[in-house]
């Protein structure tokens, strides 16, 4: 072995597993023994310790042919964070496993692929991934938007995994070189919770690929006052939810939370004035008891616009369309809205004022948003800090002058933590960033007469409707979330 001093600090690395701490320096050697072990997973960062530049550990040579995990612990040494418990070990390997079954014992793939739902369940993750690459299968889930190795499987594994989602999910097990999709529910947890799942299947270069969506894991258990609102927020949307016609519009990219707060909205206006309420959504991602929800199948002609159409003979008080995306579906909700119902519904736009100006886009006139358009809110998820563990300082001068708030240096504000709640993590959950703008009389002047949205925009903060960004700031004043994660969140 080499004795030279300047070959030894090569052959040092530091690596991430996603847990916000860096391990190391170990050889390389000792990271390949791991990466075998399914310890290390190809989607870690690495980087030499004479180097401040990280790399994904699939393009590091020695590491990008890692085989698949086996489960006999004397095949790897664990390195130290799984010796002390720590969250890669829980996740892979865990404490107090069964010996390795015998090699000419084929897996219970049933078991298996039900032990990964219930994994994701339990962690209250949003998706559950089964990707391939070129030796090896990763098992990868979703919790509050960070993605989080699960498992490392045999390639040999990827068919029959694969075919046991496509089976549960009601695909064409025989078709591999499309994409398909499907549907199921499942029962999940030591309580066994009727979860419903949408799963997607993508044909690449090394296989097919699976996306399981658990739909409304928390939605069940969340109202309007528990989404983050600020009070001011919450009085404005509640006293909007209450009226009898008009739009309100949710904005904000996918996995915002916008179904969420609409289900929301759609029990507190059923708790406070009963009535009819119909839904069109693809698909229905959580059952309301007393709303009749409609789901949209192209394959059964059940359209968007059809179905539409039908709700307006129906006798609704209330109507909740998933998701405006053409002007047919647009020009409906605005003759519901004039016809005396109240309409909740989403787009994808940036911020509030983009709403006003996406409704033009489409075909629809100034006069008919401005007539009908009552509250449009712009939404995002950061992550909430746990409250058990998170640790207080001061927020430093050049952090408040980042964030545009140079006044609030030395302002007290939490870092996160580390404890069994939160599964070592510092975070529990996600928490809600709201943008208000209510449509008042001077603002529908303003858009009969052509204002574009940078207008619409000063406007709302004229009137001290505070902005995103505004929102996110006061989250993280009251210790709801990090600076870490505010500089990361989409609220600029």
């Known amino acids: 072995m080499s004795s030279d001093p300047a070959a030894t600090r090569l052959d040092q690395w530091y690596f991430e597993i996603g847990d916000g701490n860096t391990y190391g320096p170990y050889p390389m050697a000792k990271l390949q023994k791991w990466a075998a072990a399914g310890n290390l997973m190809p989607t870690h960062r690495v980087r030499r310790a004479d180097s401040s530049e990280w790399t994904i550990a699939a393009y590091v040579p020695g590491l990008e042919l890692t085989t698949a995990a086996t489960d006999d612990p004397a095949d790897a040494e664990a ?9 890669l070990g829980g996740l892979i390997r865990g404490k107090g496993r069964k010996p390795k079954a015998p090699a000419a014992e084929p897996p219970d793939i049933v078991a298996m692929c039900q032990k990964f739902l219930d994994t994701a369940y339990e962690r209250a993750a949003s998706d559950l991934h089964i990707d391939p690459e070129e030796n090896i299968v990763l098992v990868q889930i979703r919790v509050d938007g960070e993605l989080e ?33 499907g549907s199921f529910v499942a029962e999940l947890g030591e309580k066994k919770q009727r979860i419903h ?19 409304a894991v928390e939605t069940a258990q969340l109202t309007l006052n528990r989404l983050g609102m600020s009070d001011v927020a919450l009085t404005t949307f509640s006293e909007f939810a209450a009226q009898k016609q008009g739009m309100i519009m949710l904005s904000g990219p996918t996995g915002s939370g916008k179904s969420t707060t609409l289900y929301a909205a759609l029990r507190h206006r059923l708790a406070q004035q009963p009535g009819r309420i119909i839904t069109v959504e693809d698909p229905v991602e959580f059952d309301i008891v007393g709303v009749a929800q409609a789901e949209v199948d192209s394959a059964d002609k059940v359209t968007f616009t059809s179905a539409l159409r039908n709700i307006l003979r129906s006798d609704p008080d209330v109507i909740m369309i998933g998701e405006i995306r053409d002007y047919d579906s647009a020009d409906i909700a605005i003759k519901a809205s004039l016809t005396g119902h109240l309409v909740f519904s989403s787009l994808h736009t940036n911020s509030a004022a983009g709403v006003v100006t996406r409704l ?44 545009g708030r140079a006044d609030l240096a030395g302002a007290p504000v939490y870092e996160p933590g580390s ?4 599964k070592e993590r510092g975070f529990r959950g996600r928490i809600g960033v709201f943008e208000m703008l209510p449509i008042d009389d001077e603002l529908s002047r303003k858009i009969v007469t052509g ?11 004229e009137q001290n409707w505070p902005s995103l ?24």
Request: charged fraction near 30%; aromatic fraction near 4%.
């Open 360 to 403: 033009i886009d489409m075909g629809l006139e100034r006069y008919q948003v401005a007539a009908t358009l009552r509250l449009s809110i712009a939404q995002r998820l950061i992550r909430r800090l746990c409250q058990r563990c998170r640790r207080p300082r001061e927020l430093t001068q050049l952090e408040a002058e980042t964030i």
């Open 197 to 215: 799942l949408r799963a997607a299947c993508l044909p690449t270069t090394h296989g097919e690929r699976m996306t399981l969506r658990l739909l």
């Open 149 to 181: 190795p699960l498992q490392k499987l045999p390639k040999a594994l990827h068919g029959p995994v694969i075919g046991r989602m496509k089976v549960l999910a009601g695909m064409d097990i025989a078709e591999k070189r499309l994409p398909q999709d």
């Open 469 to 492: 960004r505004q929102d996110a700031v006061q989250k993280l004043l009251v210790g709801a979330t990090s600076y870490s994660e505010f500089m990361t969140a989409a609220v600029w």
């Open 79 to 87: 390195p130290e964070e799984e010796q002390k418990g720590g969250s």
């Open 419 to 422: 404890c069994e709640k939160c």
């Open 451 to 461: 204002c574009d949205e940078g207008e619409i925009n000063r406007y709302a903060r």
